[in-house]
């Protein structure tokens, strides 16, 4: 069977949130542990429409926390696929602060290894990814350099490194 491709657009993700009292930590900026479940949740929504199944999270990579988010402002978040395997995709996730203009400043920045899961929970075959952009190539290639690390970082935990 010939393999499916799809393109980046394909499962691109855009979700808005107003930051409540009840995302607030005791410094009165939101709270880091929910900014990682929002990133996580349009990750995987991200890796659901490329593979049309379930998914789970394998990683996060370059979790960068660069500026604080405060009551009432609205956090964006967008994902992106950077890179496909056979089983498992990267998804990159940028997080913004927007302002009543429109302008948005960047408050963080992940990269999550998601695997593809068929009905048994055993990884499953993903369709490949199109590259259409320039963008999108320099993003592949940064996503192959960010899995060759992960590759070297799990074989030195398995040596005792």
């Not at 990267?90 to 913004?96: F, K, L, N, S």
Request: glycine letters at 8%; proline letters at 2%.
């Amino acid at each position: 069977m010939e393999r499916i491709y799809k393109t980046v657009d394909d499962s691109r993700v855009e979700t808005v949130y107003l930051i409540r009292p009840t995302h607030l930590n005791g410094a009165n900026r939101l709270f880091g542990g929910i900014l990682m479940q929002w990133i996580d949740e349009a990750a995987g929504i991200v890796a659901k429409r490329h593979c049309g199944g379930n998914v789970t999270t394998a990683s996060v990579d370059n979790l960068t926390f660069l500026h604080g988010a405060y009551q009432n402002d609205m956090v964006v978040i967008k994902g992106k696929l950077t890179w496909v395997g056979k089983t498992s995709m990267e998804v990159c996730v940028d997080t913004y602060v927007e302002n009543l203009q429109g302008d948005r400043h960047r408050i963080n920045n992940a990269h999550f290894m998601m695997v593809a899961l068929d009905e048994n929970d055993k990884p499953m075959q993903v369709p490949g990814l199109k590259l259409q952009t320039e963008d999108e190539h320099l993003a592949w290639s940064h996503g192959e350099e960010r899995r060759r690390i992960r590759i070297q970082r799990l074989k030195d935990k398995l040596d005792g490194i």
